[in-house]
């Protein structure tokens, strides 16, 4: 029975194909075939050139499905990049290779964020936070992580970079665009933008090179914020 050999169906969610085959092909006897928890019927006299169709298309069907879940799973809702979870996978893929060419992490801040939350709400707070998004998107390359960590807080990772430079001018332009948006708008609350980056050519696991640009962040921010500062792993 159909029950029976859902039973099979994996714990990761992967699910065995079931077809149908009888001599209808009534419109009836294919729904109820479906509501039986079959995905798809044949008639019979069997096909193969039908039944490879059938079946080519359940597996299509079933990788688009699970390519969404996974997308889902990886995007920060609100803004359509990466979340924290995934930008960490991703990073860790690439950072883990036996020989690891140039690239740079940045993070990047939202200086003064809170006053506009707290002074004009919280739906002026996502708009600042949507359009800072569109800035970093508009700047980086399609093959460039770009993910969010949660409130005001965005990941960039540059893989395969040819120099240094490239990285620090990126980062700088991060900085013009967020003052050239924000700056007049909110002219009380002076919100602009620190990055910390951080630049690696070694295996490294993700975790230490986050605490590394999170320290150049830091320097960033204690030495009066809308700057970048840049450091080197050894």
Same mark, same amino acid.
């Given at each position: 029975s159909t029950m029976s050999i859902r039973g099979l169906d994996r714990d990761d969610g992967k699910r065995i194909p079931i077809i149908a085959m009888s001599a209808s092909n009534f419109a009836d006897d294919i729904n109820a075939s479906i509501i039986a928890g079959m995905n798809d019927h044949v008639a019979k006299p069997l096909n193969y050139d039908t039944?490879?169709?059938s079946i080519?298309?359940?597996f299509n069907g079933e990788y688009a499905s699970r390519k969404q879940l996974e997308l889902k799973a990886e995007t920060d809702i609100f803004t359509n990049v990466l979340n924290k979870v995934a930008t960490f996978e991703r990073m860790?893929?690439?950072?883990?290779? #036996?020989?690891?060419? %140039?690239s740079a992490m940045m993070i990047v801040d939202l200086d003064n964020f809170k006053k506009v939350n707290d002074r004009l709400g919280h739906k002026e707070g996502d708009q600042v936070i949507k359009e800072t998004?569109?800035?970093l998107k508009d700047l980086f390359r399609n093959n460039d992580i770009i993910g969010r960590f949660g409130g005001d807080e965005f990941i960039i990772f540059m893989k395969n970079i040819s120099s240094e430079s490239i990285a620090i001018e990126r980062a700088n332009k991060i900085i013009s665009? =967020?003052?050239? +948006?924000? !700056?007049n708008r909110y002219? #009380? =609350?002076? %919100?602009?933008? &620190?990055?910390?980056?951080?630049? !690696? #050519? +070694?295996k490294i696991s993700e975790e230490e090179l986050f605490d590394i640009a999170d320290h150049s962040l830091?320097?960033?921010?204690? &030495?009066?914020?809308?700057? =970048?500062f840049y450091t080197k792993v050894e």
């Open positions: 039944l490879n169709n080519e298309k359940w860790h893929k690439f950072l883990m290779q #036996d020989e690891v060419p %140039l998004t569109k800035v665009n =967020i003052a050239k +948006k924000f !700056v002219v #009380d =609350i002076k %919100l602009t933008a &620190s990055v910390g980056l951080a630049f !690696v #050519d +070694k830091y320097k960033a921010k204690n &030495s009066g914020k809308n700057q =970048i």
